[in-house]
Nanobody, 123 residues
Framework: QVQLVESGGGLVQAGGSLRLSCAAS????????MGWFRQAPGKEREFVAA????????YYADSVKGRFTVSRDNAKNAGYLQMNSLKPEDTAVYYC????????????????WGQGTRVTVAS
């Protein structure tokens, strides 16, 4: 089980930026996919972005393309979600998760989850 700890959430005005971090206890010899998900009040959890730990291939939900950037620092075992041009509809609890696999596809299951960090975007 991978241990994941998110940080960086908070309150921001619409149009502002936040950078979320995810510290992960990963085995460097194993390939992973790190994903970011969010759950808004009263809504189901949804996929936001993902990155392959080796290779760095990235994937985004249409709703965040061009505004969010997912990245990772293999040496620090950390993943990041840079969120720009934030909108009130981005308000949610954001979770990072890992999938012990070299492959990512839409709807792929993730094995380990962090506790989440809350992002609130004020209009």
């Amino acid at each position: 089980q991978v241990q994941l700890v998110e940080s960086g959430g908070g309150l921001v005005q619409a149009g502002g930026s936040l950078r979320l971090s995810c510290a992960a206890s990963l085995r460097t010899s194993t390939n992973y996919v790190m994903g970011w998900f969010r759950q808004a009040p009263g809504k189901e959890r949804e996929f936001v972005a993902a990155i392959k730990w080796i290779g760095g291939n990235t994937y985004y939900a249409d709703s965040v393309k061009g505004r969010f950037t997912v990245s990772r620092d293999n040496a620090k075992n950390a993943g990041y979600l840079q969120m720009n041009s934030l909108k009130p509809e981005d308000t949610a609890v954001y979770y990072c998760a890992t999938r012990k696999s070299s492959y990512y596809y839409t709807g792929a299951p993730f094995d380990s989850w962090g506790q989440g960090t809350r992002v609130t975007v004020a209009s």
